[in-house]
């Protein structure tokens, strides 16, 4: 018998399956392997400290089975997350992913400063949208609608707790998570130089038009 996939909140046994799903998608939404030496830099940077911090929002999408083949995750406040992410986070990875010379001159080295730099989540120009996210999905469970499921949950918890707006930033060249967002309520936010991301935000209000 098939189980049908569910959206249910991250469990702790759930933590190496979200690492395996971000290095799987980490590279422009897609395989982060053979082109990284070390892609665990990305969890280490994007999921991990999330359900390490605030696992109270993140949510997994199940198979059915207990897996978990996708993920949102996400903090309702950045400028609390950075500190603690600098303070309770960084000291438990920091050995692992030292801190390179600038300028990086590897890809890996490219990711690790990210890990090594919190502040750059705090951006003037998203201050109104105090919450971010990062969504995930295994490929052949992209484009089925559980993006939008893992979305509904994850802005409702954000409107459960009194959170008005979120933002996330996205690699520009994603297009097809451009769409995505698009589809969702999502619209961009102007951001000087913003390199190689574009910045996106939505209320948490209007549920019901996900």
Known sequence: MTSTPIVRPYRPEDRAALDDICVRTAHVGQDSRGVYADPSIFPATFAAPYVHLEPELAFVLDDGHGQAVGYILG????????????????????????????????????????????ERMIVPEVAAYPAHLHIDLLPDRQGRGYGRALMRAFLQALRDRGVAAVHLSMVTANTPARAFYDRLGFHEIEVPDPGPVTYLGRTTGDLDAL
């Open 75 to 118: 903090t309702a406040d950045t400028p609390r997350f950075v500190a603690e992410f600098r303070a309770k986070w960084l000291p438990l990875v920091a050995e692992r992913h030292p801190e390179p010379a600038e300028p990086p001159k590897t890809p890996d080295e490219a990711i690790v400063l990210l890990l090594h730099r919190p």
